[in-house]
Nanobody, 127 residues
Framework: EVQLVESGGGLVRTGESLRLSCAAS????????IGWARQFPGKERKVISC????????YYSGSAQGRFSISIDNAKSTVYLQMDSLKPEDTAVYYC????????????????????WGQGTQVTVSS
């Protein structure tokens, strides 16, 4: 059974930091880019960062560049998103996501889509 289990969300103040964790199981982490999407109320989920399980290649969207940092502990199959200098506009539900980047004859980074999703964790930044 595929599982992406998120933790680390919560309520913080402007300027503070949070570290989200995503524990992956049930699939071959090396074949995937595992990362994070966020969803604002009334909006679609958008992937903001992912990291390759095989070569540590990293993707950041424009909104995540600079203040967010993604990392992976391959031994634990766990991906972390360090979020610094948080702002009220970062308030959203954050979802862990995994998209395939490796198959028998190809490697595509970042992945064109994400097939596995976690349940989401709320991040609220107060002003």
């Amino acid at each position: 059974e595929v599982q992406l289990v998120e933790s680390g969300g919560g309520l913080v103040r402007t300027g503070e930091s949070l570290r989200l964790s995503c524990a992956a199981s049930g699939f071959t982490v090396d074949d995937y880019c595992i990362g994070w999407a966020r969803q604002f109320p009334g909006k679609e989920r958008k992937v903001i960062s992912c990291i390759s399980g095989t070569d540590n290649n990293k993707y950041y969207s424009g909104s995540a560049q600079g203040r967010f940092s993604i990392s992976i502990d391959n031994a634990k199959s766990t991906v972390y998103l360090q979020m610094d200098s948080l702002k009220p506009e970062d308030t959203a539900v954050y979802y862990c996501a995994a998209g395939r980047i490796k198959s028998d004859h190809s490697y595509r980074f970042p992945p064109p889509d994400y097939e596995y999703w976690g349940q989401g964790t709320q991040v609220t930044v107060s002003s």
